[in-house]
């Protein structure tokens, strides 16, 4: 017979609650080609490994159901916010990726997104697989999963964070991910600037020149090389940001 099921189930559940909640959102671990039987599979084995770790500093259990669906939903909040703010982190690849398309003369290339399980711009869908490929490269991903362990000494089990606080920082990584998309664009939209200035000069200079069939391959070339050779810098810029955001709960 073992001791105390009930405290031990309501214990499972609450780590779980938290951590499901976190490693269906979060980037790398919760991807839309991944199969959700095997992204809830991996969540249930974190929860397993965490729990007699986490266990001492979780709350006891109520005598009545009604609070304890209080502390699952409390915990399941706390998990969604998490997961949620690394997505929208994750975010700032499909932005760069349709800016670059729209400067570069292919915002009408779609392509399927496995990151985003629709299509995007194809420059979208490349930023968002070469980060994705950086993550795991760089053992990023087990910053991330100690973000998850370490989110209980952030956010106590059974108690809720400060609303005001959870959204601005909410806030935060929402203009962060603007902000960081089009810093990550920056190059591209130097370069439209300029092509798209000479090409309004050559036009007025040259109005019998179908502008548009002579300027596109060259748009289109450009705007690759450009790609190419800093390509590395953006992935740098989305590696920092996300590190920071792992620190930060660390």
Sequence with gaps: MIPDLPGLVFAAGLVFARVGSILMLMPGFAEPSIPVRIRLSFALLVALILGPIISPILPPMPAEPLPIAGLVIGEMLIGLMIGGIARMLMAMAAIAGQVIGMQSGLAFAQTFDPSQGQQGAIFATLLNLTFLILMFATNLHHLLLLTTSNSYLVFPPGELPPMADAAAWALQAFTDAFRLGIQIAAPMIVFGLVFYL????????????????IAMPSNIMVGLFILTISLGAMSAVWLDRMRQFAIDLN
């Design 198 to 213: 000479a090409l309004g000069v050559l036009s007025r200079l040259m109005p019998q020149a179908q502008i548009f069939f």
